[in-house]
């Protein structure tokens, strides 16, 4: 099953590991780590963090993790499960010089999440071979992904391979 947890945590050194450690304790494979930097209320930052957890004792492991963060005083803003559907696509260009974290933003969105980057390049400067991972929640949002990724590469200028 995947799950994804949002948390608000304190941007200070330690406190992300602190908080992964109730997952990684509970089964947890950890898939993606995504800070919200843009979005920092006073001195706490989201944090989602998408994971698989296996179906045997898949309640009782929750159940630790949920106890496990509530007891480091992490707050929980959200935590859901979900079957979800993989799809990937190959960006080439620049990638990087056309403002990456804004292509990562645009193609996280409810029901789309980027879980998963892998990137080739010499030098930032250079062209680069970005691989995307994306999940989505229903086949109903493919159409949506799909329409983000063709903006994405017209504006951008890049070159897109679907997996």
Do not use: Y
Not at 63 to 84: D, F, W
Not at 109 to 132: N, Q
């Amino acid at each position: 099953m995947v799950l994804e947890l949002e948390v608000r945590l304190m941007d200070a050194p330690g406190k992300l590991i602190e908080m992964l450690e109730p997952l990684s304790q509970n089964g947890a494979n950890i898939q993606g780590v995504f800070h919200m930097h843009g979005e920092v209320q006073g001195d706490l930052i989201p944090v989602l963090v998408t994971f698989l957890l296996p179906e045997h004792h898949f309640e009782s492991n929750l159940n630790k993790i949920k106890k496990g963060l509530i007891a480091k005083g992490i707050e929980i803003v959200r935590l859901s499960a979900e079957q979800a559907i993989t799809i990937s696509f190959l960006a080439l260009g620049h990638v990087f010089q056309t403002d990456f974290v804004d292509t990562i933003r645009r193609l996280s969105k409810p029901g789309i999440r980027v879980i998963s980057i892998e990137a080739r390049f010499k030098s930032i400067k250079d062209p680069s071979a970005v691989l995307f991972s994306i999940q989505i929640e229903n086949k109903q949002k493919e159409a949506e992904l799909m329409q983000l990724i063709d903006e994405i590469r017209q504006e951008k200028d890049l070159v897109i391979i679907k997996g």
